[in-house]
């Protein structure tokens, strides 16, 4: 969150060292992971060394019928397949621990490795829209059916 490169494709702004402490401070301290209506940001750590490489965001719709996910690493992390199996355990516990039906992705246009990821992940494409001035690659994936 300290990366102008990374933050460029985000929705939020660089943080200096103290906002990103108070950041990680207040995120530890959140007693219920899942809150419809709310943000909950969870640490990405790198395997075998829990050293913390980024983190990815839930967001369960008022309803709970559907769950927008997103996710930021550190530029050293990327390619290294940190962000699919992060987003792979992110639709696993949305699927384990809430009613929600499909979760929804958006990607910055201009970040391609971000829309890869997405369709790695098994989203599917759904178009383009613009929000917040920002042009951006929209993705789905429904609730798995077992028969």
């Not at 967001?59 to 987003?87: C, F, N, P, V, Y």
């Not at 699927?95 to 929804?104: C, L, N, Y």
């Amino acid at each position: 969150r300290t990366d102008p490169e990374i933050a460029r494709y985000q929705s939020w702004e660089v943080m200096d060292a103290d906002r990103t402490r108070n950041f990680l401070a207040f995120n530890q301290s959140v007693v219920t992971l899942i809150r419809p209506g709310e943000w909950v940001q969870i640490g990405i750590a790198e395997t075998g060394s829990d050293t913390l490489i980024g983190d990815l965001g839930i967001k369960l719709s008022g309803d709970q019928a559907e769950a927008e996910l997103g996710i930021t690493l550190a530029a050293h992390a990327h390619g290294l397949g940190h962000g699919l199996r992060a987003t792979q355990l992110a639709c696993n516990l949305i699927w384990d621990e809430t009613p929600a039906g499909v979760i929804k992705v958006w990607a910055d246009i201009r970040n391609a490795p971000s829309r890869a990821l997405a369709e790695r992940a098994g989203f599917t494409f759904i178009g383009f829209e613009t929000n917040d001035g920002v042009d951006e690659a929209a993705f789905s994936m429904p609730r798995p059916q077992f028969d």
